[in-house]
């Protein structure tokens, strides 16, 4: 199995940037699809932005397309989502996931088998 670590959440005000990262330690990092969720309070987790096994293709929901990057490097075993033009709307416990990639293609915006445990992003306004 892989484990993940979320980092770089934090306080900031509408409009700045922040860069989180998920580290995974375990199995070949590159053996994984991987996928940021969000879940703010009092809402369902959601589905942010997920990336192949070899980073060529990507997703994201709608509410941050064009706002957040998602990228990773394999030899490093990270992932990060670079988030600007950040929103008070933005606001929750961001998570990343992997699951087994057995196509070049796959790339889950739903059901994940490893999770991190989240790093907090508050935005204020």
């Known amino acids: 199995q892989v484990q993940l670590v979320e980092s770089g959440g934090g306080l900031v005000q509408a409009g700045d940037s922040l860069r989180l990262s998920c580290a995974a330690a375990?199995?070949?990092?590159?053996?994984?699809?991987m996928g940021w969720f969000r879940q703010a309070p009092g809402k369902e987790r959601e589905f942010v932005a997920g990336?192949?096994?070899?980073?060529?293709?990507?997703a994201y929901s709608d509410s941050v397309k064009g706002r957040f990057t998602i990228s990773r490097d394999n030899p490093k075993s990270t992932m990060y989502l670079q988030m600007n033009s950040l929103k008070p709307e933005d606001t929750a416990i961001y998570y990343c996931a992997a699951d087994v990639a057995y196509s070049e293609s796959y790339l889950p915006t739903g059901r994940y088998e490893y999770w991190g445990r989240g790093t907090q992003v508050t935005v204020s306004s």
């Open positions: 375990g199995r070949t990092f590159s053996n994984y699809a």
């Open positions: 990336i192949t096994w070899s980073g060529r293709n990507t």
